[in-house]
């Protein structure tokens, strides 16, 4: 499985004063089993790039592909696409509407053509799988918190059994618990059901905890594309991005002006724990 991106532009308001490039030549290749992050100011371009992943927005010049297929074709079926790369909106919670929990989660798998049976099964698996507790199943979704809503909304993807999964800016809106509680799901799906993970966040902690593999989008155009931890040692192409280093690699950074001997391109905070505690022994 492969998303391509071949040479893509998206342009809004060609013909009117105010046009514009959402998208300028990009060109992406997603893998089987990455966990990519995609980072960029407000007006980069990230929504714009994830829903064509989803076959949502067409591009004005360029291919997308998926499984070596041209998504645009007019023969292509951008449903059953829609099943295999599940695209996660920011605040998802706004999209349920069914009177219960279980039967918000069935609408996905039934839209894509999954029987009955199999959908409520899917259904089941998936509510299961971001620790939604049995009791909640029936319940209005309405009447949750926000953080078990925002739950409620990724099992509705995850029934369609996604190969890939998109997330924009999964923990908006939640308090710190509940954050750390959806991105340790999202790790989960990706170590245990080797889903592939697509990670839209304007939080720089977050990408460099958990994603592999990392894109900077600056007005429209890719400048970055490598290992997470390699993106961020390019410190100037991120400030002129509007962006910024984890605060652990900052923190690194003046440890080291006091006279630490730390490596100042740590990412993640148990790597610079660990040698903090090399440091002091």
Not at 41 to 63: A, C, F, R, W
Not at 88 to 101: D, H, I, N, R, S
Not at 108 to 133: H, Q, T
Not at 176 to 200: M, R, Y
């Amino acid at each position: 499985m492969k998303i391509i991106i071949n040479h893509v532009t998206v342009e809004y308001d060609k013909n009117l004063p105010n046009y514009s490039k959402a998208l300028d030549d990009i060109s992406l290749i997603i893998n089987e089993g990455d966990f990519l992050g995609i980072a960029g100011h407000t007006g980069s371009g990230k929504s714009t790039l994830i829903q064509l992943m989803n076959g949502l927005i067409k591009p004005s010049k360029g291919n997308v592909y998926f499984e070596g297929e041209d998504i645009f074709e007019k023969r292509y079926d951008r449903k059953t696409l829609r099943g295999k790369v599940g695209l996660l909106f920011q605040y998802p919670e706004y999209q349920l509407f069914a009177e219960t929990v279980f039967e918000d989660v069935c609408f996905g798998p039934l839209n894509i053509g999954f029987d009955r049976k199999a959908a409520e099964l899917s259904a089941y698996d998936a509510l299961k799988s971001v620790g939604m507790p049995d009791d909640l199943f029936y319940q209005s979704p309405f009447n949750m918190s926000g953080g078990q809503m925002r739950r409620a909304a990724l099992a509705g993807i995850l029934a369609m059994k996604p190969e890939v999964l998109i997330l924009d800016e999964p923990t908006a809106g939640l308090d710190p618990g509940a954050q750390q509680s959806i991105l340790g799901i999202i790790k989960k799906l990706h170590e245990e059901k080797k889903i592939t993970i697509v990670l839209v966040s304007h939080n720089m902690d977050d990408i460099a905890e958990y994603t592999d593999r990392m894109i900077v989008l600056n007005k429209g155009r890719k400048v970055l594309d490598g290992l997470t931890k390699d993106v961020f040692m390019e410190k100037d192409i991120l400030k002129e991005a509007g962006l910024s280093v984890p605060q652990v690699t900052e923190l690194c950074g003046m440890l080291n002006k006091k006279g630490f001997p730390i490596n100042q391109d740590l990412i993640r905070y148990e790597d610079v724990k660990r040698e903090l505690l090399n440091i002091l022994k």
